[in-house]
């Protein structure tokens, strides 16, 4: 597996550097430029500076999403009413056209850090509502019914049963939602950002600087992996209960 990916990242190396080779920079840049940028970024300390920002706007985003989907797909899942009511709009909600409701939200709420916060805060939760949902649909309903009868009541199975049982798939998708956070932080920071990955692609294309947007992008895809693995990896040592199998 580590050399079949070994092999892939050789191969889009060579072909990147064919590319650029024959190409004007202003539309491919080469990897030896981007790398020295990227070297350069990380002396000078500003692409630390940039990773910061960006992360601390996707946290802050992805906590508020998940705080307020769990809680949700909880009512929806012990409540026939509630599911009634809010499953045909959570079913649709992922195919909502996030990037539409940029303008509006700098009518609403100016160019500041909060349009910033609750644009991310869109952008995860119309995926992270519906991801959690099917978290707590996986809940076995047989192990419900064991717990009403050994006696407990129907709050007690939520957070003695389903809370629990659910957390992982719950946390695995809080992983998935930085990921979609980084897929967006470009549109966010395009808009009175001092700082910030999507800052630099923003400023580094209105100046015909392709090798630092090339470089933004990559360290963007770099990130989300490394986080997504190592998050995943935590996930499975606290729960290790729940992945036994695995």
Not at 32 to 43: A, D, E
Not at 93 to 110: D, E, H, K
Not at 129 to 152: K, N, R
Not at 186 to 210: D, F, P
Request: aromatic share 12%; with cysteine; net charge positive.
């Amino acid at each position: 597996m580590v050399l079949k990916r070994l092999l892939l990242f050789i191969s889009i190396l060579i072909v990147w550097g064919i590319a650029a080779k024959h190409t004007n920079p202003l539309f491919v840049p080469s990897p030896r430029s981007v790398l020295r940028n990227l070297i350069l970024m990380l002396q000078n300390g500003q692409l630390f500076k940039a990773i910061e920002y960006s992360f601390l706007r996707i946290t802050v985003a992805t906590i508020l999403s998940g705080a307020i989907s769990f809680p949700i797909a909880l009512l929806i899942y012990n409540s026939n009413l509630a599911k009634d009511i809010l499953n045909p709009v959570i079913s649709v909600m992922r195919y909502i056209p996030v990037t539409a409701f940029y303008p509006l939200l700098i009518m609403w709420f100016g160019i500041d850090e909060l349009m910033k916060i609750v644009f991310l805060f869109i952008a995860t939760f119309v995926y992270m509502m519906p991801s959690v949902v099917l978290c707590l649909e996986e809940v076995s309903q047989d192990l419900i019914e064991t717990g009403l009868t050994i006696g407990m009541n129907k709050l007690q199975t939520i957070f003695r049963i389903q809370i629990p049982v659910s957390l992982p798939s719950v946390l695995n998708s809080f992983i998935m939602m930085y990921g979609i956070g980084f897929t967006y932080i470009a549109v966010t920071e395009t808009i009175n950002a001092k700082y910030g990955l999507g800052y630099i692609i923003q400023q580094s294309s209105s100046r015909g600087r392709t090798d630092l947007v090339f470089m933004a992008i990559i360290v963007i895809m770099v990130i989300s992996v490394l986080f997504d693995f190592s998050a995943k990896k935590l996930v499975k040592h606290v729960f290790k209960w729940r992945y036994v199998n695995d």
